[in-house]
T-cell receptor, first 115, second 115 residues
């Protein structure tokens, strides 16, 4: 079982729809959770960062973490064509022994928002 | 403030040739990383550095070498390129004493083709 599982999609939705993107993980040491957005032929850019169970909202985006179920989600409200991108979840166990803050990434979900 | 920059943006090599990819960051980050991204494989860590003069192996280090002679620069070298090293390479950086330590900031990527 891979440490982080993410459905690669592709996911296609009409403009204005609510989008739900999800990742599951197996390592209970993961404490810090991020969502990155990657446009075609560009580098990933940080979208959301959270370290506790519950919801965190930023505009049209809501990140949800359920540590008991080892499950994280990203919701996009009123989706726009400009949201079309690949979304990557990432997690960190902040292993001080390793001396670095290594991230474990999901493989990404490709989202298309159709006008 | 340019963030993370990568040179070159594109490169085509013949099998057996060597090259160096340059990453530079102007955010005074301690940690720097090199990833490769391949279809269906997600982002995989090649090497990383927790500070000037230090480097460590990541998930897929074979065939690559790195150096961190200056805090702001992280070089990735291919001594004898192979077609299996055809990929998109991303550099990232993270960690300051004030701010989120886990979030990584990515460069725009280098597209490398080995014939």
């Amino acid at each position: 079982q891979k440490e982080v599982e993410q459905d690669p999609g592709p996911l296609s939705v009409p403009e204005g729809a609510i989008v739900s993107l999800n990742c599951t993980y197996s390592n209970s040491a993961f404490q810090y959770f991020m969502w990155y957005r990657q446009y075609s032929r560009k580098g990933p850019e940080l979208l959301m960062y959270t370290y506790s169970s519950g919801n965190k909202e930023d505009g049209r985006f809501t990140a949800q973490v359920d540590k008991s179920s080892k499950y994280i989600s990203l919701f996009i409200r009123d989706s726009q064509p400009s949201d079309s991108a690949t979304y990557l979840c990432a997690m960190s166990a902040r292993n001080s022994g390793a001396g670095s803050y290594q991230l474990t990434f999901g493989k990404g979900t490709k989202l298309s928002v159709i006008p | 403030n340019a963030g993370v920059t990568q040179t070159p943006k594109f490169r085509v090599l013949k099998t057996g040739q060597s090259m160096t990819l340059l990453c530079a960051q102007d955010m005074n980050h301690e940690y720097m990383y090199w990833y490769r991204q391949d279809p269906g494989m997600g982002l995989r860590l090649i090497h990383y550095s927790v500070g000037e003069g230090t480097t460590a192996k990541g998930e897929v280090p074979d065939g690559y070498n790195v150096s961190r002679l200056k805090k702001q620069n992280f070089l990735l070298g291919l001594e004898s390129a192979a077609p299996s090293q055809t990929s998109v390479y991303f550099c990232a950086s993270s960690f300051t004493t004030s701010g989120n330590t886990d979030t990584q900031y990515f460069g725009p990527g280098t597209r490398l083709t080995v014939l």
